[in-house]
């Protein structure tokens, strides 16, 4: 069974940092290219950051691009998004994903697993 558990989240003060963690397990993770994406109340989720398997293609949406960063440990099985400059409009529930794919995965459907997601609250 395969699991990706989210931890990390909480409530921060706007141009406060945060590093969230998604720990997987059940699947060969060192194959899978990983991915975070958010939801905001009454928003779409949105792509947030994609790392392919081997950590070489790294990509960020614009409106996160230069604030955060996203990583991973193999040997943890783990996939983290460092983020900094936190907004209030970066509040929302974070998701972290995994797709077996050596492409660019930037849409909801090109991913096969799904964490629970972390509640990231910026106060104003």
């Known amino acids: 069974q395969v699991q990706l558990v989210e931890s990390g989240g909480g409530l921060v003060q706007a141009g406060g940092s945060l590093r969230l963690s998604c720990a997987a397990s059940g699947l060969t993770f060192s194959r899978y290219a990983v991915g975070w994406f958010r939801q905001a109340p009454g928003k779409e989720r949105e792509f947030v950051s994609f790392m392919s398997s081997t950590g070489r293609t790294i990509y960020y949406t614009d409106s996160l691009k230069g604030r955060c960063t996203i990583s991973r440990d193999n040997a943890k099985n783990t996939v983290y998004l460092q983020m900094n400059s936190l907004k209030f409009e970066d509040t929302a529930v974070y998701y972290c994903?995994?797709?077996?794919?050596?492409?660019?995965?930037?849409?909801?459907?090109?991913?096969?697993?799904w964490g629970q997601g972390t509640q990231v609250t910026v106060s104003s």
């Open positions: 994903a995994a797709a077996n794919t050596v492409r660019l995965a930037v849409r909801s459907g090109d991913y096969e697993y």
